[in-house]
């Protein structure tokens, strides 16, 4: 596979907004959805060997939830931030891989509306004994009906 690396930057997920779910021209993606800059590396490992099985591409998918007390159009964090972290990370991995990023209100309700049922999702999640954050996303969308993988590190 070809290494090439692309960013799509949607602001404006509100309910004026309605974004169409992420779609590859190769196949049905293999989603990653971020959640940290320092488990993204071993989500891409486990999105590499599914994305190299089908013979498709990979999609990153950041969703960055920006509270009520702040316009939506200024993050705390600016997720070119991210992606450009994302962007020199996916530069050693061999598959196809697209970058999209997100402003929201709320997490989970951009996630439904943007990840696209027929697609696996994979997402890296802290090994701990409590639910986590990611965790009860992850258990939400599965119990909604999407075939998320979840990867566990330390």
């Known amino acids: ?3 090439a690396a692309g960013a799509e930057y949607l602001i404006g997920f509100d309910s004026v907004v309605k974004p169409q779910a992420i779609r590859s021209g190769h196949g049905v993606p293999v989603l990653v959805v ?17 994305a190299e099985h089908f013979n498709s591409g990979i999609e990153i998918v950041v969703i960055q ?20 972290r994302l962007e020199e990370m996916v530069a050693g991995f061999p598959a196809r891989i697209k970058i999209s990023a997100y402003v929201c209100r709320d997490r989970l309700e951009a996630l439904k509306r943007v990840l696209d049922r027929n697609c696996s999702i994979v997402m890296c999640v802290r090994k701990k004994w409590w639910p986590t954050r990611e965790k ?3 258990r939400k969308l599965q119990n909604a009906g999407w ?8």
Do not use: G, W
Not at 34 to 50: G, M, N, P
């Open 1 to 3: 596979m070809s290494t």
């Open 34 to 50: 971020f959640t940290s800059i320092d488990t993204a590396a071993k989500a891409l490992e486990k999105a590499s060997q599914l």
């Open 65 to 84: 939830a920006v509270p009520f007390t702040l316009p939506l159009d200024s993050p705390s964090v600016p997720f070119e931030f991210h992606v450009r």
């Open 136 to 138: 009860r996303i992850a």
């Open 147 to 154: 075939n998320v993988i979840l990867v566990e590190t330390e």
